[in-house]
């Protein structure tokens, strides 16, 4: 069974920092590319971050800079470092996978998503 599971989400004054993780099982880990994506209220889902086998990155142009996206294979755990945090990052943020799309942020393009968790900045 594939399981994605996202921790480390909280409430943060704007300019703090916080570190999401994604904990996975039930699948090749290494045979697939790995993403970010948030979802704010009355908004669609919006890729924010993705990583390929090479550890090769892309990011959306809004938190280029501020976020940093990794994973350890050893460990099946993707990560991402968000520093410098703004009010319009407040979002449930959710990790995917995708076998076929390695670098795209468009949630269409991803198989498997965990239930994600809540990231809510001040100001």
């Known amino acids: 069974q594939v399981r994605l599971t996202e921790s480390g989400g909280g409430s943060m004054d704007s300019g703090g920092s916080l570190r999401l993780s994604c904990a996975t099982s039930g699948y090749t880990y290494s045979s697939y590319c790995m993403g970010w994506f948030r979802q704010a209220p009355g908004k669609e889902r919006e890729g924010v971050a993705t990583?390929?086998?090479?550890?090769?990155?892309f990011y959306t142009d809004s938190v280029k800079g501020r976020f940093t996206i990794s994973q350890d294979n050893s460990k099946r755990t993707l990560y991402l470092q968000m520093d410098s945090l703004k009010p319009e990052d407040t979002a449930t943020y959710y990790c995917a996978a995708t076998r076929w799309y390695c670098g795209g942020l468009f949630p269409s393009q991803y198989s498997y998503w965990g239930q994600g968790t809540q990231v809510t900045v001040s100001s």
């Open positions: 990583i390929d086998s090479r550890r090769s990155t």
